[in-house]
C-alpha cells in the first residue's frame, strides 16, 4: 500500500517535539508499505529553518525509508500570529506542488492543525486520473482552539473562513481519525459527520525508547539536580501551555529547596518564561530548551514526576497530551494540570497521576508537594502508568491499527 502523509510539522532528524508520525511512518515502512510524507522547512518549535532549503520551493529527500517533501514556509512563521498565518497559507500553496509531483498514493492523510493541511491531502487523493480516498486527522480542534486560546475571534471572517474549511474536510473525507473520545463526540454533536465515519486511533508511546531507567543518571549529574525532587515539564512553550502557572506554582514552594520545577522545550513564550522567573528571583525552576528526541528518555527517567499543563480552557478537556504516555512508558507519575479527557485516562483509568486545578498555582504547588512526600505513591502511580501503556498505548500496536483501517478504506 502506498501511503501519503501531509504533515507540516513532520520533524526532521533528531529534532525534538512531537514524533507521532515519524514513528508511524517509520513502522508503516517496516511493515512493507511504501511511505511518503509532505511536510514544511521550519523548525515549528524555534521558528528556525535549516540553510539547505533557504530559497528553495520543494525540497526531496530520505529519512530513512521514508520519502520526505519538505515544502517552502515563509519565514514569518515566529514573528507573530499574523505571520503564521501567512505561513500557513504559503506552505499550502508549496504543498500543493509537492502533492501534484509525488506518485499517486493508494491512500492520503492530512493530519491537522493546521487546518489547510486538507487542501494539498485533497489535491493528492483526487486532482489524478486515478482518485484515492483520503483521511483527515484532527490532534487538535480548529478553529476552535484558536479562538478559545484569543488567537482569532469567534465571529470574525478568518474565523467562519476555518469552520467552513473544517465542514467540508469532514464531508469529504472517506475516514476522520481521532486523536481522543471527546473529538468524536464533538463532531457528532455539531453534526459534522456521522460516528461510522470517525475511527479513534490515538497518540501513545514509542515503549522501545521510553523505558523504565535509574533516576541518578548522566542527566541529573550533569544538571546538579542531586537529591532534589524534580517535577519535569516536557513540552511546547506556547500560549496554550500557559507553562507560565509552573513559575507561580513555583513562587509558592520557594521555601523548599528540596524541590526543583525543571522544564525541557521551546516555543514563543520562552523568552518571557525565564524573563519572568529571573524577575521574581526564583532559582527552583530551570528552562532547558530544546533538547533532541533520543535525549528525551534520559530527562524522563532524570525526574521524579511529570508535568502535563494547559491553559484552563474549556476545549482542551477534549484533549489528551503527548507527553503523559512517554511518562508512563518510563513508569513516571503524572501531575496533571488538564481536566476533561486527559483526566479521566491518566487519573481515572490509568491511576497513572494525580490532578491538581489548572492555572491554580496553589492546588499545583499542593500537588507537588504531595507527590514529593510520598515515595511510595510515586512508585504506585509510576507502575499503574507503565503497565497501562504496554497494554494499551505502544506505538507498535497503534500503527497497526491504523494501518488496518488504511487498509480496509482503500479495499
Same mark, same amino acid.
Request: aromatic fraction near 10%; charge should be positive; include cysteine.
Given at each position: 500500500?502506498?501511503?501519503?502523509?501531509?504533515?507540516?510539522?513532520?520533524?526532521?532528524?533528531?529534532?525534538?517535539?512531537?514524533?507521532?508520525?515519524?514513528?508511524?511512518?517509520?513502522?508503516?515502512?517496516?511493515?512493507?508499505?511504501?511511505?511518503?510524507?509532505?511536510?514544511?522547512?521550519?523548525?515549528?518549535?524555534?521558528?528556525?529553518?535549516?540553510?539547505?532549503?533557504?530559497?528553495?520551493?520543494?525540497?526531496?529527500?530520505?529519512?530513512?525509508?521514508?520519502?520526505?517533501?519538505?515544502?517552502?514556509?515563509?519565514?514569518?512563521?515566529?514573528?507573530?500570529?499574523?505571520?503564521?498565518?501567512?505561513?500557513?497559507?504559503?506552505?499550502?500553496?508549496?504543498?500543493?506542488?509537492?502533492?501534484?509531483?509525488?506518485?499517486?498514493?493508494?491512500?492520503?492523510?492530512?493530519?491537522?492543525?493546521?487546518?489547510?493541511?486538507?487542501?494539498?491531502?485533497? #489535491? $493528492? !487523493?483526487? &486532482?489524478?486520473?486515478? %482518485?484515492?480516498?483520503?483521511?483527515?486527522?484532527?490532534?487538535?480542534?480548529? /478553529? +476552535?482552539? *484558536?479562538?478559545?486560546?484569543?488567537?482569532?475571534?469567534?465571529?470574525?471572517?478568518?474565523?467562519?473562513?476555518?469552520?467552513?474549511?473544517?465542514?467540508?474536510?469532514?464531508?469529504?473525507?472517506?475516514?476522520?481519525?481521532?486523536?481522543?473520545?471527546?473529538?468524536?463526540?464533538?463532531?457528532?454533536?455539531?453534526?459534522?459527520?456521522?460516528?461510522?465515519?470517525?475511527?479513534?486511533?490515538?497518540?501513545?508511546?514509542?515503549?522501545?525508547?521510553?523505558?523504565?531507567?535509574?533516576?541518578?543518571?548522566?542527566?541529573?549529574?550533569?544538571?546538579?539536580?542531586?537529591?532534589?525532587?524534580?517535577?519535569?515539564?516536557?513540552?511546547?512553550?506556547?500560549?496554550?501551555?500557559?507553562?507560565?502557572?509552573?513559575? #507561580? $506554582? !513555583?513562587? &509558592?514552594?520557594?521555601? %523548599?529547596?528540596?524541590?526543583?520545577?525543571?522544564?525541557?522545550?521551546?516555543? /514563543? +513564550?520562552? *523568552?518571557?518564561?525565564?524573563?519572568?522567573?529571573?524577575?521574581?528571583?526564583?532559582?527552583?525552576?530551570?528552562?532547558?530548551?530544546?533538547?533532541?528526541?533520543?535525549?528525551?528518555?534520559?530527562?524522563?527517567?532524570?525526574?521524579?514526576?511529570?508535568?502535563?499543563?494547559?491553559?484552563?480552557?474549556?476545549?482542551?478537556?477534549?484533549?489528551?497530551?503527548?507527553?503523559?504516555?512517554?511518562?508512563?512508558?518510563?513508569?513516571?507519575?503524572?501531575?496533571?494540570?488538564?481536566?476533561?479527557?486527559?483526566?479521566?485516562?491518566?487519573?481515572?483509568?490509568?491511576?497513572?497521576?494525580?490532578?491538581?486545578?489548572?492555572?491554580?498555582?496553589?492546588?499545583?504547588?499542593?500537588?507537588?508537594?504531595?507527590?514529593?512526600?510520598? !515515595?511510595? &505513591?510515586?512508585?504506585?502511580?509510576?507502575?499503574?502508568?507503565?503497565?497501562?501503556?504496554?497494554?494499551?498505548?505502544?506505538?507498535?500496536?497503534?500503527?497497526?491499527?491504523?494501518?488496518?483501517?488504511?487498509?480496509?478504506?482503500?479495499?
Amino acid at each position: 500500500m502506498r501511503i501519503l502523509v501531509v504533515h507540516q510539522y513532520y520533524l526532521f532528524p533528531g529534532q525534538p517535539g512531537g514524533s507521532r508520525f515519524n514513528e508511524m511512518c517509520r513502522l508503516w515502512a517496516g511493515m512493507g508499505h511504501d511511505v511518503a510524507v509532505i511536510a514544511g522547512t521550519i523548525n515549528y518549535a524555534t521558528g528556525e529553518q535549516p540553510r539547505r532549503y533557504r530559497g528553495r520551493w520543494v525540497v526531496r529527500e530520505q529519512d530513512g525509508p521514508v520519502t520526505v517533501w519538505r515544502c517552502h514556509v515563509p519565514a514569518s512563521y515566529r514573528r507573530s500570529y499574523a505571520g503564521r498565518m501567512w505561513a500557513f497559507f504559503g506552505f499550502t500553496l508549496s504543498a500543493l506542488t509537492a502533492a501534484l509531483r509525488a506518485p499517486r498514493a493508494d491512500v492520503v492523510i492530512a493530519t491537522s492543525p493546521p487546518l489547510v493541511a486538507v487542501f494539498p491531502a485533497w #489535491a $493528492a !487523493a483526487r &486532482l489524478r486520473l486515478r %482518485r484515492s480516498p483520503w483521511v483527515f486527522e484532527i490532534r487538535d480542534l480548529w /478553529p +476552535e482552539s *484558536a479562538i478559545t486560546t484569543g488567537v482569532i475571534a469567534r465571529g470574525s471572517a478568518l474565523a467562519r473562513l476555518l469552520f467552513a474549511v473544517e465542514r467540508w474536510a469532514c464531508r469529504g473525507a472517506g475516514r476522520i481519525n481521532v486523536l481522543t473520545p471527546a473529538f468524536r463526540v464533538d463532531l457528532v454533536r455539531r453534526g459534522l459527520a456521522p460516528a461510522a465515519k470517525i475511527i479513534f486511533i490515538p497518540n501513545g508511546a514509542d515503549v522501545d525508547l521510553f523505558q523504565p531507567a535509574p533516576r541518578d543518571n548522566d542527566v541529573r549529574r550533569e544538571l546538579e539536580w542531586g537529591d532534589r525532587f524534580v517535577v519535569l515539564y516536557a513540552g511546547a512553550h506556547g500560549r496554550a501551555n500557559a507553562v507560565g502557572q509552573l513559575i #507561580a $506554582a !513555583a513562587e &509558592l514552594l520557594r521555601h %523548599r529547596d528540596d524541590v526543583l520545577i525543571a522544564t525541557v522545550g521551546d516555543g /514563543p +513564550e520562552l *523568552a518571557s518564561l525565564r524573563e519572568a522567573a529571573a524577575q521574581r528571583g526564583l532559582s527552583n525552576i530551570r528552562f532547558y530548551g530544546a533538547k533532541p528526541k533520543e535525549q528525551m528518555p534520559a530527562f524522563v527517567n532524570a525526574c521524579d514526576a511529570g508535568a502535563a499543563v494547559l491553559q484552563n480552557n474549556p476545549t482542551f478537556r477534549t484533549v489528551y497530551p503527548n507527553k503523559v504516555f512517554d511518562y508512563m512508558a518510563c513508569a513516571r507519575p503524572t501531575l496533571l494540570a488538564i481536566d476533561g479527557v486527559a483526566r479521566e485516562l491518566v487519573v481515572d483509568e490509568a491511576k497513572a497521576g494525580i490532578f491538581v486545578e489548572p492555572e491554580n498555582a496553589a492546588s499545583i504547588a499542593a500537588g507537588i508537594a504531595t507527590l514529593a512526600g510520598d !515515595a511510595s &505513591l510515586r512508585t504506585r502511580l509510576g507502575q499503574n502508568g507503565l503497565a497501562w501503556v504496554r497494554a494499551n498505548a505502544t506505538r507498535d500496536a497503534l500503527a497497526a491499527a491504523y494501518a488496518q483501517a488504511l487498509e480496509a478504506l482503500v479495499s
